[in-house]
Antibody, heavy 125, light 106 residues
Framework: QVTLRESGPTVVKPTQTLTLTCTFSGFSLNPSGVGVGWIRQPPQEALEWLALIYWDDEKRYSPSLQNRLTITKDISKNQVVLTMTNMDPMDTATYYC?????????????????WGQGSVVTVSS | IRLTQSPSFLSASVGHRVTITCRASEDIGNSLAWYQQEPGRAPKLLISAASTLQSGVPSRFSGSGSGTEFTLTISSLQPEDFATYHCLQPRAYPFTFGLGTRLEIE
């Protein structure tokens, strides 16, 4: 059974760094191309992809946020960690982690299939 | 790659058929997914590869399209279908989502 769970602070102050942890089970980051990504959703707004990490430490970031984001993994703990620096009230959102089950094959690219329940983060002084 | 999803809001009745469209700014082949999101819940994957229904998803949901134009159709709306629907392209980085379609009961 595949599960993902986000954990981290519910409130951060402006200019602080946010650290979110995604703890997963039922799968592993392996050479088949399994990855774990982060997506956020401000209140009443659209989903926004943030970052993705694969088994071989390949990392991908949203260009608009890449200077503020770092994604890392700890395979021994089945965890992926996202840090976002210099938090602003505009970063208030629900942050989700999700599994991408593999690489593109024969032109077909898999989407995020399993998601965590989300971690609500409010940026406020 | 920009995804233009329409309409942004849709009002319909139980039993009716609805269609939601997602247009990509460039060719993404069949790499388009549809999600359903209920208030306060995480998105749930309904369809991958433009038309592949996920296990457990009712057959009243269907997806079609390739290249730049894609559609999600719900053939006969049920009360539990009233939610927000999102499209996603995982073909090229940065992955992008449509702005969502909120489906409400008429």
């Amino acid at each position: 059974q595949v599960t993902l769970r986000e954990s981290g602070p519910t409130v951060v102050k402006p200019t602080q760094t946010l650290t979110l942890t995604c703890t997963f089970s039922g799968f592993s980051l392996n050479p088949s191309g399994v990855g774990v990504g982060w997506i956020r959703q401000p209140p009443q707004e659209a989903l926004e992809w943030l970052a993705l990490i694969y088994w071989d430490d390949e990392k991908r970031y949203s260009p608009s946020l890449q200077n503020r984001l770092t994604i890392t993994k700890d395979i021994s703990k089945n965890q992926v960690v996202l840090t976002m620096t210099n938090m602003d009230p505009m970063d208030t959102a629900t942050y989700y982690c999700a599994r991408r089950p593999g690489y593109c094959r024969r032109g077909s690219c898999p989407p995020f299939d399993y998601w965590g329940q989300g971690s609500v983060v409010t940026v406020s002084s | 790659i920009r995804l233009t999803q329409s309409p942004s809001f849709l009002s319909a009745s139980v039993g009716h058929r609805v269609t939601i469209t997602c247009r990509a700014s460039e060719d993404i082949g069949n790499s388009l997914a549809w999600y359903q999101q209920e208030p306060g819940r995480a998105p749930k994957l309904l369809i991958s590869a433009a038309s592949t229904l996920q296990s457990g998803v009712p057959s009243r949901f269907s997806g079609s399209g390739s290249g730049t134009e894609f559609t999600l159709t719900i053939s006969s709306l049920q009360p539990e279908d009233f939610a927000t629907y999102h499209c996603l392209q995982p073909r090229a980085y940065p992955f992008t989502f449509g702005l969502g379609t909120r489906l409400e009961i008429e």
